[in-house]
């Protein structure tokens, strides 16, 4: 790490935790490439769409279990 990048780390460490959550954001948000924003939005729809319908009854969720068993059944059929 360098000297420069300590001086700051150190400087950070300083704020409070909502300072540094603000930092911490502005920071991420200055290495994101417009692709990857564009991915962001898109899940960040789909997301959304998702919600609506399941508020709306327009899907229907199913059980923790019952999941984690559909996603285990995936990876052992892409296992093999």
Request: proline letters at 2%.
């Amino acid at each position: 790490m360098s000297t420069k990048v300590q001086t700051l780390l150190e400087a950070a460490l300083e704020l409070s935790e909502i300072e540094r959550e603000e930092l911490a954001e502005r920071i991420y948000d200055s290495l994101g490439d417009p692709e990857t924003e564009v991915e962001d939005d898109a899940w960040s729809d789909e997301l959304k769409r998702r919600v609506d319908n399941a508020k709306s009854g327009k899907s229907v969720g199913i059980p923790w279990e019952e999941a984690m068993n559909r996603i285990m059944e995936d990876e052992n059929d892409s296992s093999n």
